[in-house]
């Protein structure tokens, strides 16, 4: 009989990378799984759950840009159009900001989605405005600008458009080859120096991938979207990231080197990231999929972090130390000396921007 509370997860959740709706309570909300999530229940009672579908709600803010001052981050504003990810990245750092709305960073995280259709008007006026002043935006910094609901939204797209037009640079990161349902747009865009594309390749075992990123491309379609880039003449960028020890860090050198055999000339790499929520459903997750070898990838990760699971103050929680690290960087530096290629950032034109036209008036120049 199981105990009063939550009861234990014996098997994965088909096709979710989070595998229970973990709640937060960092800001006061109440504690919805003190008795035990509703899904834990429902295996319980009724085998294992059904499958989990997707909502999207529309939501219509007055800004699109988000303006950073962080010392960590090579860009200071990006675009978020969407809210939560279809993708389901286990370990990904966007989770927490659902809290904020009283939402599981775990399974409502991939479930209850949220996307902003009137992105590209609300940027027009904010480029329209005589104090702005260009710099590269960043997409997909948060979730995903190519997640499944991009294909019926087409937000990024329409943002792409008004950059294009308006000559504005931008950066876009994202899993999914679904990038390259914008290619004539990137490729004009290259031609004027106004954009760089960085995806991300996690591991090459497409099983392994089904477990950690259940519903991004496959690793094969990720390289092969990075070669079709850069055949295009699109600038690229293969990050090979997270890297988690003892799981995908073996891949690391096989993934520049394939990317390299694409024509990709520019490779970085992330550490794993485990800041609030996202920890104990990592943890979680490593229980249920890789429970033999859970113990050693926390301590890694642990000794790399100054002995917490995740460092969060500035300057160093993009930067592990530790004999771990220092190996990852050694390994990482000789894969891409090997490959040919660069460490150098893609730098983006922003000489050419031009304010776009609102309210119908035709520009005259």
């Not at 595998?19 to 229940?41: H, I, N, P, V």
């Not at 429902?42 to 059904?50: I, Q």
């Not at 797209?157 to 931008?170: F, I, M, N």
């Given at each position: 009989?199981?105990?009063?509370?939550?009861?234990?997860?014996?098997?994965?959740?088909?096709?979710?990378?989070?595998?229970?709706?973990?709640?937060?309570?960092?800001?006061?909300?109440?504690?919805?799984?003190?008795?035990?999530?509703?899904?834990?229940?429902?295996a319980?009672?009724?085998?294992?759950?059904?499958?989990?579908?997707?909502?999207?709600?529309?939501?219509?803010?007055?800004?699109?840009i988000?303006?950073?001052?962080?010392?960590?981050?090579?860009?200071?504003?990006?675009?978020?159009a969407?809210?939560?990810?279809?993708?389901?990245?286990?370990?990904?750092?966007?989770?927490?900001?659902?809290?904020?709305?009283?939402?599981?960073?775990?399974?409502?995280?991939?479930?209850?989605?949220?996307?902003?259709?009137?992105?590209?008007?609300?940027?027009?006026?904010?480029?329209?405005?005589?104090?702005?002043?260009?710099?590269?935006?960043?997409?997909?910094?948060?979730?995903?600008?190519?997640?499944?609901?991009?294909?019926?939204y087409?937000?990024?797209?329409?943002?792409?458009?008004?950059?294009?037009?308006?000559?504005?640079?931008?950066?876009?990161?994202?899993k999914?080859?679904?990038?390259?349902?914008?290619?004539?747009?990137?490729?004009?865009?290259?031609?004027?120096?106004?954009?760089?594309?960085?995806?991300?390749?996690?591991?090459?075992?497409?099983?392994?991938?089904?477990?950690l990123?259940?519903?991004?491309?496959?690793?094969?379609?990720?390289?092969?979207?990075?070669?079709?880039?850069?055949?295009?003449?699109?600038?690229?960028?293969?990050?090979?990231?997270?890297?988690?020890?003892?799981?995908?860090?073996?891949?690391?050198?096989?993934?520049?080197?394939?990317?390299?055999?694409?024509?990709?000339?520019?490779?970085?790499w992330?550490?794993?990231?485990?800041?609030?929520?996202?920890?104990?459903?990592?943890?979680?997750?490593?229980?249920?999929?890789?429970?033999?070898?859970?113990?050693?990838?926390?301590?890694?990760?642990?000794?790399?972090?100054?002995?917490?699971?995740?460092?969060?103050?500035?300057?160093?929680?993009?930067?592990?130390?530790?004999?771990?690290?220092?190996?990852?960087?050694?390994?990482?530096?000789?894969?891409?000396?090997?490959?040919?290629?660069?460490?150098?950032?893609?730098?983006?034109?922003?000489?050419?921007?031009?304010?776009?036209?609102?309210?119908?008036?035709?520009?005259?120049?």
């Amino acid at each position: 009989m199981e105990s009063a509370g939550k009861p234990a997860i014996k098997s994965s959740i088909h096709g979710r990378g989070a595998q229970s709706g973990a709640a937060s309570t960092r800001f006061g909300l109440s504690e919805r799984e003190a008795d035990g999530d509703w899904r834990d229940y429902m295996a319980l009672l009724d085998g294992p759950p059904v499958k989990l579908r997707t909502h999207v709600t529309e939501e219509h803010p007055r800004s699109i840009i988000s303006f950073n001052t962080s010392p960590d981050l090579p860009f200071d504003r990006s675009i978020n159009a969407y809210r939560g990810c279809e993708h389901g990245c286990v370990y990904c750092y966007a989770r927490p900001t659902h809290a904020y709305h009283d939402l599981s960073p775990g399974l409502d995280f991939e479930t209850q989605l949220y996307a902003k259709p009137n992105a590209a008007e609300i940027l027009r006026a904010t480029l329209a405005k005589p104090r702005y002043r260009p710099a590269p935006i960043a997409m997909g910094t948060n979730t995903d600008r190519y997640q499944p609901i991009e294909r019926h939204y087409r937000i990024t797209r329409d943002v792409l458009k008004l950059c294009l037009e308006a000559r504005h640079p931008v950066t876009i990161t994202t899993k999914s080859d679904r990038v390259l349902d914008d290619l004539d747009l990137l490729e004009e865009m290259a031609r004027h120096g106004l954009v760089a594309v960085a995806i991300s390749v996690t591991s090459l075992d497409p099983k392994l991938s089904s477990k950690l990123e259940p519903r991004a491309a496959s690793p094969a379609k990720r390289l092969a979207a990075l070669g079709k880039l850069v055949q295009a003449g699109v600038p690229t960028h293969c990050s090979v990231s997270p890297i988690i020890p003892a799981i995908t860090d073996e891949f690391m050198e096989e993934i520049v080197e394939r990317a390299g055999a694409f024509g990709v000339r520019s490779a970085g790499w992330i550490p794993l990231r485990l800041p609030h929520e996202v920890s104990p459903l990592f943890r979680e997750w490593l229980d249920v999929h890789f429970p033999e070898r859970a113990s050693k990838v926390m301590s890694i990760v642990r000794s790399i972090r100054g002995g917490r699971d995740n460092d969060p103050d500035f300057f160093s929680r993009m930067k592990p130390q530790g004999v771990w690290a220092e190996l990852f960087r050694a390994r990482f530096r000789l894969a891409r000396k090997r490959a040919g290629m660069e460490r150098g950032r893609i730098e983006l034109d922003c000489s050419g921007f031009r304010r776009p036209e609102t309210g119908g008036q035709l520009r005259l120049l």
